[in-house]
C-alpha cells in the first residue's frame, strides 16, 4: 500500500491564517498565525503543484491583498497585478428616512476576496479568483497577472443581481476541466460556462427565492456554497440561502433535496472525495436566527444524495451551543473513510476521521473562523 501524505488544514481567521498538519488524523500540529491580525478569507493549494498556495487577505486599513507562496505556506509575496475593478457601477444597502434601501454607487472598487481557484488539470498556470463587488478575474500564469472575466463580470442579467448581507460576492469557483466552469454568487445565482469563461449563462432552474416577489426567477438566487464531487465533477451540489440542492453540471434544473433537513438556511458544504453521493452541510435556524436549531450543534450527512439525512452529534456540544459555520468554513479531504472539517464563528475546529460517526475538536480558541480548507502537505 502506496504512503499517503500527511495532510493540512488551513484555517482563515478575523485575525489570521493556522495550518493543522498530522500524519494519522488523530495528533495534530498547529504553525501560525500567518498574516497575524489581517483578515483571511481563505487559503487555496493548488494541487497541479502542491507547494504553491493564494491566500485572500483583507485589511481594514488597507484593503484586500491576494498572497502566493511557492514553498508550502513557509513565505508569501503579494501577486495582484492587474487586480483591479473597470467600469461596473457598485450597489451597496443604505440607511435611509425609509429604512434600508439599496443604492447605486459610483464606479466600484474591489472591497474583499472571497475566493481563490486553481484551474483544472488541463488548463496549467490557471487560476481563478473571486471577489466583491460581483467579480470574477482570471490569471493565466499562476497568479503573477489578472484580468477581470468580462463574459461573467459584464453578463446581461448584471442589474437584477443584488448585494446579500456579506455584499456582493462571487465564490464556489469550480474548475472542472474541458472548458467547463461554474460559479455562485451572492445574490445572483449559479453561472455556467463551456468556453473557458467566454461566455455564461444563468443556471438557477427550480432553485427557491423565497424571499423576493418572484419565486423561481432566472437570476436572484442566493447560493451560499456550491461545490462538485471531487472525482465526478458533472455532479454538483448547493447550500442556498432557500434550501439544498442537487444537479449535474448540463442539467436544465436543479433537484431541491432539503426534506428532511430543520431548516432550508446554512452555508456550509462538504462533498467527499471517497464516497460517490455523501455530502456534509450544517442547518441554520433561519436568516434572522443564525446559529444551529435548538442550540444542538448537528451536522446532515446524506450517503444518497440528498434522498435521506441523517444528524450526526457524537462528540458535538448538544446544549447552549450557538454556533455559525461560515461559507467558506467547511471541507472534506481525499481518506477513506472520509474527513470533514468546520469551524465556528465562536473560534472551535471541528473534525472527523470516520465520515461524521464521531467528531473531535481540533482546536478550541482560535478567532472567529471564516474558511477551512484541506490540503495535501
Keep these: 500500500m502506496a504512503r499517503q501524505s500527511s495532510l493540512r488544514i488551513w484555517v482563515g481567521t478575523r485575525k489570521g491564517a493556522f495550518a493543522f498538519t498530522s500524519k494519522d488524523r488523530k495528533k495534530w500540529d498547529c504553525d501560525g498565525p500567518f498574516f497575524a491580525g489581517q483578515e483571511v478569507h481563505h487559503v487555496a493549494q493548488d494541487p497541479r503543484d502542491p507547494k504553491r498556495h493564494y491566500a485572500a487577505v483583507g485589511n481594514a486599513w488597507f484593503g484586500p491583498h491576494l498572497h502566493v507562496s511557492t514553498d508550502n505556506g513557509k513565505s508569501w509575496q503579494i501577486s495582484e497585478k492587474g487586480l483591479?475593478?473597470?467600469?461596473?457601477?457598485?450597489k451597496s444597502w443604505q440607511v435611509t428616512e425609509k429604512g434600508m434601501e439599496l443604492k447605486e454607487t459610483p464606479d466600484a472598487t474591489l472591497k474583499r476576496i472571497w475566493h481563490v481557484a486553481p484551474g483544472a488539470d488541463d488548463e496549467p498556470g490557471v487560476v481563478y479568483l473571486g471577489a466583491d463587488p460581483g467579480v470574477l478575474f482570471r490569471s493565466g500564469d499562476n497568479g503573477a497577472n489578472w484580468e477581470m472575466v468580462a463574459g461573467l463580470c459584464n453578463h446581461p442579467t448584471r442589474e437584477k443581481w443584488n448585494p446579500g448581507a456579506g455584499g456582493m460576492m462571487v465564490h464556489s469557483i469550480q474548475c472542472l476541466g474541458k472548458g467547463r466552469l461554474i460559479v455562485g454568487i451572492s445574490a445572483a445565482g449559479a453561472f455556467r460556462s463551456n468556453d473557458s469563461g467566454k461566455t455564461w449563462a444563468p443556471f438557477n432552474g427550480?432553485?427557491?427565492?423565497?424571499?423576493?416577489?418572484?419565486?423561481f426567477p432566472e437570476v436572484g438566487q442566493c447560493v451560499h456554497k456550491l461545490k462538485s464531487h471531487p472525482r465526478n465533477?458533472?455532479?454538483?451540489y448547493q447550500q442556498n440561502?432557500?434550501?439544498v440542492y442537487r444537479a449535474g453540471f448540463s442539467d436544465e434544473k436543479w433537484t431541491d433535496i432539503s426534506k428532511g433537513l430543520p431548516s432550508r438556511f446554512g452555508f456550509g458544504l462538504a462533498v467527499p472525495a471517497a464516497e460517490k453521493n455523501t455530502l456534509f452541510t450544517i442547518?441554520?435556524?433561519?436568516?434572522?436566527?443564525?446559529?444551529?436549531p435548538k442550540g444542538k450543534l448537528r451536522v446532515a450527512r446524506s450517503r444518497n444524495?440528498?434522498?435521506?439525512?441523517?444528524?450526526?452529534?457524537?462528540?458535538l456540544p448538544q446544549s447552549d451551543a450557538y454556533d455559525l459555520v461560515l461559507r467558506e468554513a467547511m471541507s472534506s479531504d481525499d481518506?477513506?473513510?472520509a474527513g470533514v472539517y468546520f469551524g465556528t464563528t465562536g473560534g472551535t475546529l471541528f473534525h472527523t476521521r470516520d465520515a461524521g460517526d464521531s467528531w473531535h475538536v481540533m482546536s478550541a480558541h482560535l478567532p472567529p473562523i471564516y474558511s477551512v480548507t484541506a490540503a495535501l502537505r
Design 335 to 337: 481518506r477513506d473513510p
Design 84 to 90: 483591479e475593478v473597470k467600469g461596473i457601477t457598485g
Design 233 to 236: 465533477p458533472e455532479s454538483l
Design 283 to 292: 442547518p441554520i435556524v433561519s436568516p434572522e436566527e443564525r446559529y444551529v
Design 305 to 315: 444524495g440528498g434522498k435521506t439525512w441523517k444528524f450526526l452529534s457524537k462528540g
Design 206 to 215: 427550480n432553485v427557491l427565492v423565497e424571499f423576493g416577489p418572484e419565486k
Design 241 to 243: 440561502h432557500c434550501g
